[in-house]
T-cell receptor
């Protein structure tokens, strides 16, 4: 069964450093998403991406965050200057059509120290 | 705001059916009803979704009330691997808004 692949599985970074989280969505999917989950809390929407542009973003997704689809297969989330409160599991997801089910990756655990 | 209401927790026995309820009384005519589950230390996993008619797939069935104000996820024969947090989500745009979900415990 096709999977969404995320790398790395765990990243530790110092506060103020830039991080890039990488995702390979399912190849025939057109819609891409990033979500995060702080330990013990709800899964939170960050951003959706379609046709090479952001289609919707949450209040969390401020100027410190950016997304990119640099080639036909990768989808990245960049956090420009990490804060302690950015520590969370970050999940990438993709879907074939807008209202179809999403396939989530297994996540990247980001720890900011 | 998730705009759905689910019980915080439910418990069932292995090999018995499980009915997980969800209330979405303010749902609009174009919102889809999605169900996802999250096993411990894993990402959310798609279970099923529907608009108006009942839906079946290999994982579960989704029964949607005629007025669409509520729905029920049915696991026909629970296994220990079905222990997870189950989320009922209205999808009206390019995002899913997760609530707290129902934590399902399966007893051997």
């Amino acid at each position: 069964e096709p999977e969404v692949t995320q790398t790395p599985s765990h990243q530790v970074t110092q506060m103020g450093q830039e991080v890039i989280l990488r995702c390979v969505p399912i190849s025939n999917h057109l819609y891409f998403y990033w979500y995060r989950q702080i330990l013990g809390q709800k899964v939170e929407f960050l951003v959706s991406f379609y046709n090479n542009e952001i289609s919707e973003k949450s209040e969390i997704f401020d100027d410190q965050f950016s997304v990119e689809r640099p080639d036909g297969s990768n989808f990245t989330l960049k956090i420009r200057s990490t804060k302690l409160e950015d520590s969370a599991m970050y999940f990438c997801a993709s879907s074939e059509q807008e209202m179809n089910g999403y396939t989530f990756g297994s996540g990247t655990r980001l720890t900011v120290v | 705001d998730a705009k759905t209401t689910q019980p915080n927790s439910m418990e069932s026995n292995e090999e018995e059916p499980v009915h997980l309820p969800c209330n979405h009384s303010t749902i609009s005519g174009t919102d889809y009803i999605h169900w996802y589950r999250q096993l411990p230390s894993q990402g959310p996993e798609y279970v099923i979704h529907g608009l108006t008619s009942n839906v079946n797939n290999r994982m579960a069935s989704l029964a949607i009330a005629e007025d669409r104000k509520s729905s029920t996820l049915i696991l026909h024969r629970a296994t220990l691997r079905d222990a997870a947090v189950y989320y009922c989500i209205r999808q009206g745009a390019q995002k899913l808004v997760f609530g707290q979900g129902t934590r399902l415990t399966i007893n051997p």
